[in-house]
């Protein structure tokens, strides 16, 4: 997003809220991807003001950018994009790593041990 940021100026890096238009261009797509992408996502859904005029702050404007990156650079579908986003944002770990990580601990106790 910073790259995208300065070619709009140093204006756009230092705004605190950003309108559905200026994420659209940012983004290069238009406002009503956008305002789908927001009932498929919900973690971007904007502010509104009283009128009723989206307001995206700088990091849910990022996370579409990344939902961007995902859909058509990647070539993910909306369920497979909406599965990544949810692993990266979960600080589970994944399933199988719990005995690595039990092993791995035992075995650094026990050269701890050994240097004693």
Do not use: C, H
Not at 1 to 26: H, W
Not at 72 to 78: A, C, E, L, Q, V
Request: without cysteine; charged residues 30%.
């Amino acid at each position: 997003m910073q790259a995208n940021m300065k070619k709009e100026g140093k204006s756009a890096a230092d705004k605190l809220y950003f309108k559905i238009g200026d994420v659209a261009k940012l983004a290069l797509v238009n406002s009503s991807v956008i305002r789908f992408w927001e009932t498929e996502f919900p973690g971007i859904a904007p502010i509104r003001t009283r009128s009723g005029q989206r307001l995206y702050t700088k990091k849910k404007a990022e996370k579409i950018l990344v939902i961007k990156d995902l859909l058509y650079n990647k070539k993910f579908t909306i369920a497979g994009a909406k599965k990544y986003l949810k692993n990266i944002n979960s600080k589970k770990i994944p399933a199988g790593f719990e005995t690595v990580i039990k092993q791995v601990k035992a075995e650094l106790y026990s050269i701890k041990e050994m240097l004693r």
